[in-house]
């Protein structure tokens, strides 16, 4: 499939029902995840900064964040969307090029933050980043996350406004998607999709409710975040602990062993896809 049509596959997941999204680290973890039935891939900056040996936070070299890219849509066959934190930049032309190069990479989707920065900021980043990919000819999905629960911008009684103001200034920038993560209590959600103008995303954590009824709500996405790279990490620290200590290292019940990975990625490296 091409760019354009994961482009046009990828903005089609948004519109009706809702999509979930086990967020990938590499190639390997991206690849497992689709053959699970994944419509769609998309990373998480903590996983892919971790799996290249660094602290997230915008710690990462984009140029690794790009490698990764290449390699996760090199086994793929489903779109793939970047968590690319504030654009590793905060001059809004600096970030422009640098999600060039995911793009270049095969990214048809990127997630762009406002953190603790002015939501002006984000969205003179978020246009001229619509305004480069318009001018290579790509209709790249733009998530804008806003921090405002995650970091407490705001108190309680003025989440849901400071969050919808935020989010009309980034629709005008050109933003195609609102992304709220730390939002947990129903009626904010309900406020949040009603009156956003843009399809809602919200991040799987304890209080969040169930699939059924965020879908029921018209949430248009879910996405696991950083927890399933976070649970790995944790697994491994079990494992190599143990077999550190009695050089035993196998799960005792394994789901996958080495023939089933392994099967993951035969034809691959020929080039069929």
Same mark, same amino acid.
């Given at each position: 499939?091409?760019?354009?049509?994961?482009?046009?596959?990828?903005?089609?997941?948004?519109?009706?029902?809702?999509?979930?999204?086990?967020?990938?680290?590499?190639?390997?973890?991206?690849?497992?995840?689709?053959?699970?039935?994944?419509?769609?891939?998309?990373?998480?900056?903590?996983?892919?900064?971790?799996?290249?040996?660094?602290?997230?936070?915008?710690?990462?070299?984009?140029?690794?964040?790009?490698?990764?890219?290449?390699?996760?849509?090199?086994?793929?066959?489903?779109?793939?969307?970047?968590?690319?934190?504030?654009?590793?930049?905060?001059?809004?032309?600096?970030?422009?090029?640098?999600?060039?190069?995911?793009?270049?990479?095969?990214?048809? !989707?990127?997630?762009?933050?406002?953190?603790?920065?002015?939501?002006?900021?984000?969205?003179? /980043?978020?246009?001229?980043? /619509?305004?480069?990919?318009?001018?290579?000819?790509? *209709?790249?999905?733009?998530?804008?996350?806003?921090?405002?629960?995650?970091?407490?911008?705001?108190?309680?009684?003025?989440?849901?406004?400071?969050? $919808?103001?935020?989010?009309?200034?980034?629709?005008?920038?050109?933003? *195609?998607?609102?992304?709220?993560?730390?939002?947990?209590?129903?009626?904010?959600?309900?406020?949040?999709?009603?009156?956003?103008?843009?399809?809602?995303?919200?991040?799987?954590?304890?209080?969040?409710?169930?699939?059924?009824? $965020?879908?029921?709500?018209?949430?248009?996405?879910?996405?696991?975040?950083?927890?399933?790279?976070?649970?790995?990490?944790?697994?491994?620290? !079990?494992?190599?602990?143990?077999? $550190?200590?009695?050089?035993?290292?196998?799960?005792?019940?394994?789901?996958? *062993?080495?023939?089933?990975?392994?099967?993951?990625?035969?034809?691959?490296?020929? !080039?069929? /896809?």
């Amino acid at each position: 499939m091409t760019a354009t049509n994961h482009a046009a596959t990828f903005r089609q997941l948004h519109q009706h029902g809702l999509l979930l999204l086990a967020n990938a680290w590499d190639a390997g973890s991206a690849r497992l995840i689709e053959s699970l039935g994944a419509r769609a891939i998309a990373t998480t900056s903590a996983g892919v900064a971790w799996a290249n040996g660094h602290a997230d936070g915008s710690q990462l070299p984009v140029q690794h964040v790009a490698d990764t890219v290449a390699r996760i849509v090199r086994v793929i066959r489903v779109p793939l969307s970047v968590d690319f934190e504030d654009g590793y930049a905060s001059d809004p032309a600096t970030v422009a090029d640098n999600v060039a190069r995911v793009i270049d990479a095969g990214a048809v !989707g990127i997630n762009i933050e406002d953190g603790a920065d002015s939501p002006d900021l984000l969205a003179s /980043k978020i246009e001229r980043i /619509k305004r480069m990919a318009a001018q290579r000819g790509v *209709d790249l999905f733009v998530n804008a996350r806003t921090d405002v629960y995650l970091r407490g911008l705001a108190s309680d009684d003025q989440r849901v406004g400071e969050t $919808l103001a935020r989010a009309a200034r980034y629709r005008a920038a050109g933003a *195609d998607n609102l992304f709220v993560p730390g939002v947990v209590d129903v009626d904010d959600i309900r406020r949040l999709v009603a009156e956003a103008g843009l399809p809602l995303n919200v991040m799987s954590r304890p209080g969040l409710p169930g699939v059924a009824e $965020l879908a029921a709500l018209g949430v248009r996405r879910l996405s696991a975040g950083a927890s399933i790279s976070i649970a790995t990490m944790e697994c491994v620290a !079990g494992l190599a602990n143990r077999f $550190l200590h009695d050089g035993e290292g196998h799960p005792a019940r394994p789901a996958l *062993d080495y023939a089933s990975i392994n099967h993951l990625f035969d034809g691959i490296d020929t !080039g069929q /896809k």
